[in-house]
């Protein structure tokens, strides 16, 4: 037998047999290895762990431990899923579909005579069990097109037919079998069921086929699988906490925003909604006045021919709004950038102005599907915290380290940590490969100049200009991509800007285009979340709430929320006929920083008893030392 050569991923070379297996590698690394081996990688691509090595190749061992791994598991539980599903209403009453994997699970997309609840979830999910139990050897074959087209007209399975024939002429088609169940399927998948250690199955919902509303409605299991019993039930754990933090539920109760049928995807912001709107806005206002940004406002709808200019028609509008004004095309605009290029372009600019930093809380509008729409996170108007800075090539680097710093600044107010991507060009793009080039070095080595850490998102940037994009992870550890630095050479090159440099000769300048927020609105879903309606004293709608012990204490009450007011506290007060308990529960589920409880002892003494939302009762003051306590916390944005 021929020798060949493996290349593992530390380096080490080995010389094994040609058809050496992955399995029989990761023995020949270590039987602990071995054990724990559920797939592998031949010069980078996914293979069965039964997958015969056949050339001289980089081999990597895969298990439930890599991100791969977790993959292949959920892979594996979807085909689990289809097998049970089948077994319980009978192979003809049941066509699958697909069963890919999501973030965080899998789902099965079916046709059934039967229709689902989620009542139908425990029985599925017991047979499922029974599966596994039977570790059932999960096997590969690959089939001529001919081989797969007779198997699944046998088994009148029509969707998978569907799927063949779509297939490219040259596609290597295989299925995998465990048992009696079989599938088409590219895989890898794990050895066996037995594998399979812990899952759970979690809703149903009507899906089209291959997503297109033209097609039948088809119905879809979502489940998800994990390595072992206390991570599913940690991530099951921190899915019931999301349903209780759902800023969609807690706006309502806490009455932050609203919808309304009259705007879908659109939201009404109430009066506490926004104050804490105001704030974040105050806040981003003041840093960047520290930082010689100045303030614009651009209009809400421009001329058509400023978006094909701009070069956003070609990418965007089939998500833009039009109208006719005076016979002429007008589109609301779903980013403010051409509007900014307009400002700098409407004055003769001098290469001792720039940086010129402008910044704009601007309203945008792009279409959305209305399946898509989610609350604030997902929204047909939203407002984006933009800034464009207008640089010198020389001037790149450094601006952008300010950027880095007030962005992370921003971040630490609210407890956030953060991930780093720089994102690369795509292959839908404007402008050469050079200055495409010069961009993304350019972001790069700032990137690394700081030392923070970060990862390539191949084709990912924007079609101007490569980014830096920030992934803030919330209290549940979840990633929301909210901060941004794009690079552009190319919108100054589409507007024709320019500068006057210090020998009388005309510059292009480059724009760096940056938000912090990103969208403010849905900002404010994400915080709703990441406090669970407990905002900070500084950022909450009311930061005290006043609770005489009966009516005799309500003129007092009154007057200390004048005296609250004029220090610029934020102060409602509850003198309602209730118990006093009853009171200081309903201020809790309100989720009110501080209440003020005043009675007989306090009035006559100018005193407050002041309790707080985390720590309970702290004992009595005076009413001017509860205001300077409450002032400090405030402006330590606390």
């Known amino acids: 037998m021929e020798m060949i050569k493996i290349t ?91 069963g890919p994997v999501i973030e965080d699970g899998f789902y099965y997309d079916m046709e059934l005579d039967h229709s689902l609840s989620t009542n139908d979830l425990e029985a599925i999910q017991k047979e499922m069990a029974r599966i596994v139990q039977e570790n059932l050897p999960i096997v590969r074959r690959e089939i001529s097109r001919a081989e797969a087209i007779h198997l699944f007209e046998q088994k009148e399975e029509h969707l998978k037919l569907e799927l063949i024939h779509d297939l490219p002429d040259d ?75 759902d800023h969609r539920k807690l706006g309502k109760e806490l009455e932050l925003f609203m919808f309304s049928e009259e705007a879908p995807g659109m939201p009404f912001y109430l009066p506490k909604g926004m104050t804490i709107r105001t704030e974040l806005e105050n806040l ?15 209009p809400l709808m421009m001329n058509t021919r400023l978006w094909e200019q701009s070069g956003h028609w070609d990418h965007y509008k089939d998500n833009m709004y039009f109208t006719n004004v005076d016979q002429t095309s007008f589109a609301l605009k779903p980013m403010n950038c051409p509007g900014h290029m307009l400002i700098f372009k409407h004055a003769l600019r001098s290469y001792r102005e720039l940086p010129i930093r402008i910044c704009e809380f601007g ?44 962005l992370s600044h921003v971040y630490s107010i609210f407890g956030f940590e953060y991930k780093v991507e720089l994102s690369t060009r795509p292959e839908d793009r404007m402008g050469s490969d050079e200055l495409w080039d010069q961009a993304e070095q350019a972001l790069q080595r700032v990137l690394e100049a700081r030392g923070l850490p970060y990862r390539i998102n191949e084709g990912d940037g924007a079609f101007y200009g490569p980014k830096i994009d920030f992934h803030i992870l919330d209290a549940l550890k979840r990633s929301w991509q909210c901060g941004t630095i794009q690079l552009d050479y190319q919108m100054p090159e589409k507007f024709d800007l320019s500068y006057m440099g210090e020998d ?88 009110i920083p501080y209440m003020l409880v005043l009675g007989e002892q306090e009035r006559s003494r100018s005193m407050v008893s002041l309790r707080s939302r985390e720590a309970g009762d702290l004992g009595s003051m005076s009413v001017e030392e509860c205001i300077e306590q409450l002032k400090a916390e405030i402006q330590a944005l606390k």
């Open 8 to 98: 593992l991923s530390d380096g080490t070379i080995k010389e094994v047999q040609q058809g050496t297996t992955i399995e029989q590698v990761a023995g020949i690394i270590s039987i602990s290895l071995k054990k724990k081996a559920i797939a592998g990688k031949i010069d980078g691509v996914l293979v069965d762990l039964h997958q015969a090595i056949n050339h001289d190749s980089l081999v990597e061992i895969v298990t439930l431990d890599h991100k791969e791994g977790l993959s292949i598991l959920r892979h594996s539980t979807a085909h689990v899923l289809a097998q049970a599903v089948k077994r319980l209403y009978g192979n003809h009453a049941v066509k699958l579909g697909i």
């Open 171 to 245: 596609a290597v088609i295989s299925i995998y079998e465990q048992g009696e169940f079989v599938d088409l399927c590219r895989g890898p998948h794990l050895p066996s069921t037995g594998t399979i250690k812990a899952f759970a199955l979690q809703n149903v919902a009507g899906a089209y086929w291959r997503g297109s509303s033209d097609n039948q409605m088809l119905q879809r299991i979502y489940g998800t699988s994990f390595p072992s019993k206390a991570q599913l039930d940690e991530h099951l754990h921190l899915l019931e906490e999301a349903k209780k933090r």
């Open 284 to 298: 981003a206002r003041e840093l960047q006045r520290q930082r010689d940004y100045e303030e614009v406002r651009t």
């Open 363 to 406: 309203q945008v509008h792009r279409h959305e599907f209305s399946g898509a729409l989610n609350g604030m996170m997902r929204v047909r108007t939203f407002c984006q915290d933009d800034a464009h800075i207008f640089v010198t090539a020389a001037q790149i680097e450094e601006e952008i380290g300010r950027i880095l710093d007030l």
């Open 504 to 591: 009388g000769l005309k510059y292009r300048p480059i724009v760096i285009h940056r938000a912090v927020y990103g969208s403010v609105d849905r900002f404010i879903g994400i915080l709703t979340e990441h406090y669970a309606g407990a905002f900070p004293l500084w950022l909450a709608p009311v930061q005290a709430k006043l609770l005489p012990v009966s009516e005799h204490y309500a003129d007092y009450a009154y007057k200390v929320k004048a005296d609250l007011a004029d220090a610029g506290i934020r102060v409602e007060v509850d003198a309602r006929n209730e118990k006093l308990g009853y009171r200081v529960r309903e201020a809790q589920l309100e989720k």
